[in-house]
């Protein structure tokens, strides 16, 4: 871990029910969590409410996702207005899931990144490569264009923490080791120092993401790059969310 205070995030994904949700928000409440580290969590958009009005405000609530401006006649889609009024603090953008099964281009992200943030709400703004992209060597490039088409977009980097998940680590139980995870922070550290300013490279956290637990985090978090986790699977279990969220050293 760097300089920044640790952040750390639970993306709940499409889980839960209102009862499964219950439970979670009471292990949750009942851990003991590190005084010094920013902890997240993104339930589904229909149990938000649910969750901040039963979750310890230690806890912050992020979304999933959001529209791209103000609400309005867009059938199915969820107003980052909306998303404020429900008590949300951050949004995640550019998930893998979005990208790669809902079809989401970098342009339609950056416009979703820039709206969040001109009305106030962090976003957690994730990158990262294909396997194939990797074993083509293209890890790099593909994560300094999905930075620039947020850096194109925004016009700030305060609200905002960068993901690295490469995408052969997500839901698959194969995490990147910590060098893996080290050199691509380092590079988009870089990135960031070129492309937009050393003071936006030295504040900016950058978490990593893809299959990390509670067995693995603590090596990972020990790495000087890495500021912390946006953890999928293993944040649906509170003791084991909470084991992550301390393993910062
Ligand atoms: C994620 O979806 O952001 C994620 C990292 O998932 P998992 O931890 O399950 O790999």
Redesign the pocket.
């Known amino acids: 871990a760097g300089s920044g205070k640790f952040f750390v995030g639970g993306?709940w994904?499409c889980n839960g029910t209102k009862d499964s949700i219950s439970k979670l928000v009471s292990d949750l409440n009942n851990a003991q969590l590190e005084s010094d580290v920013d902890v997240v969590v993104a339930p589904p958009f229909l149990y938000i409410d649910q969750v901040k009005n039963s979750l310890t405000d230690r806890i912050e609530v992020s979304a999933q996702n959001c529209w791209t401006g103000k609400g309005g006649a867009f059938t199915g889609e969820i107003s980052v207005e909306q998303v404020k009024d429900l008590g949300c603090k951050w949004v995640i953008l550019g998930?893998?899931?979005r990208r790669h099964v809902i079809g989401e281009n970098d342009e339609f992200i950056g416009k979703k990144a820039a709206y969040a943030l001109s009305q106030g709400v962090g976003v957690i703004a994730?990158i990262g490569e294909l396997l194939q992209e990797r074993e083509a060597g293209k890890t790099f490039d593909v994560c300094f264009q999905q930075l620039k088409a947020f850096a194109d977009a925004i016009p700030s980097w305060d609200n905002v923490v960068i993901?690295y998940?490469p995408v052969w680590?997500?839901?698959?139980g194969k995490v990147a080791s910590p060098e893996q995870a080290q050199e691509v922070h380092v590079a988009v550290r870089d990135w960031l120092t070129k492309n937009v300013s050393a003071e936006v490279a030295s504040k900016t956290r950058i978490i990593y993401?893809?299959?990390?637990n509670g067995s693995n985090s603590s090596d990972l978090a020990k790495k000087e790059d890495i500021d912390g986790f946006?953890?999928?699977?293993?944040?649906l279990k509170g003791p084991e969310f909470a084991t992550i969220v301390n393993s910062v050293t």
Request: aromatic content about 0%; charged content about 15%; overall charge negative.
């Open positions: 993306n994904k998930h893998s899931e994730c993901a998940e680590a997500i839901g698959t993401g893809g299959s990390v946006l953890v999928g699977g293993a944040s």
